[in-house]
């Protein structure tokens, strides 16, 4: 494997595969992501999220397949690369010992740009005393510390595994806040795990959607909007069997007729007859269809 590579990309990934036994986790993945980009990586329980997220940033070895961060091996992360990127993972559990504002200034003093300011205004926003123990904090508190911590570095990439899972619909809106807010302000890119493509509405500005270890699908959110598009097909209909332009996946339907995903770049036109009603869809509809 290469030590760096000449790509402009802050994550690149090339054909990352890893198996677990029998069980093909990750398969043939390869995903870019830009600078100051929010990227919402979107997939069932068990698609393989975090052990792409993990892959990713070298914190577990892939069979093959590439990975970069800011153009470096990822399994081999100069001390700068790594103090400039922030990873939450889904069951955080650090310094389970400590206070919360023991572990906060603790971590804080190895970082030369912790933002003393913001991490203050997060827990008091967030009704979080610096005196109560860590192992003592319900799951979402718990996750909270986590986020605080992983925003308080001011990071350049900041990964985030489920972030909103154990949130309550308020912190969950402040979250996106502070991560929308980290990206337009420094140009922060950010990838986050989720299961709640709702939030991804409101603030991603890419969607990449991984199925049984395959990614399906990676676009931006305005691309996804005008150029996905559904179509049903009636059972008397005969669909070719080989894939179809811009075709993404298709479904036999209960009446034996097939719903069709198709991607149509601005102009181009559609491989099926235009009396078939060409349907968009929302994120969370897209999400449905292509994994049923
Ligand atoms: N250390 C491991 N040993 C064996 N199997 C594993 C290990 N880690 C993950 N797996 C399996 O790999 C698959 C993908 O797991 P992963 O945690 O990456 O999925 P996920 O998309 O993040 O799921 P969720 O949304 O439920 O968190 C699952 O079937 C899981 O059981």
Redesign the pocket.
């Known amino acids: 494997m290469s030590a760096v590579c000449n790509s402009e990309a802050v994550i690149e990934v090339r054909g990352l595969a890893k198996r677990?036994?029998d069980?093909q986790?990750l398969d043939d993945v390869s995903l870019r992501v830009e600078s100051g980009s929010i990227l919402g990586l979107v997939?069932?329980?068990?698609?393989?999220?975090?052990?792409?997220l993990r892959c990713m940033l070298g914190l577990l070895r892939a069979d093959t397949g590439q990975a970069f961060v800011q153009r470096r091996d990822a399994t081999r992360l100069d001390d700068q690369t790594k103090s400039a990127l922030s990873y939450v993972p889904?069951l955080p559990d650090s310094f389970p010992w400590m206070t919360v504002g023991a572990m906060l200034d603790f971590v804080g003093s190895l970082y030369p740009n912790w933002d003393v300011e913001l991490v203050k205004r997060l827990l008091e926003r967030w009704e979080l005393s610096r005196a109560r123990q860590l192992n003592k904090l319900s799951p979402g508190e718990r996750q909270q510390v986590a986020l605080i911590r992983a925003l308080g570095s001011r990071p350049r990439l900041l990964v985030l595994?489920?972030p909103a899972a154990a949130l309550d619909p308020v912190a969950r809106r402040e979250l996106l806040r502070e991560i929308v807010g980290s990206a337009a302000e420094q140009g922060a890119t950010v990838i986050l795990?989720t299961?709640i493509v709702s939030d991804l509405e409101r603030i991603a500005s890419e969607v990449a959607f991984?199925h049984q270890g395959r990614l399906l699908l990676q676009a931006g959110l305005d691309e996804l909007k005008d150029e996905v598009r559904r179509i049903v097909l009636p059972a008397d209909f005969s669909l070719p069997q080989e894939r179809l332009p811009g075709e993404i996946v298709r479904h036999r339907l209960g009446d034996g007729g097939y719903s069709v995903l198709l991607r149509l770049a601005a102009g181009s036109a559609s491989p099926l007859p235009g009396r078939f009603q060409a349907q968009a869809l929302g994120l969370e509809d897209l999400f449905l269809e292509l994994v049923r």
């Open positions: 677990y036994a069980n986790v997939g069932r329980n068990g698609a393989g999220k975090s052990t792409l889904q595994d489920e795990s299961h991984l």
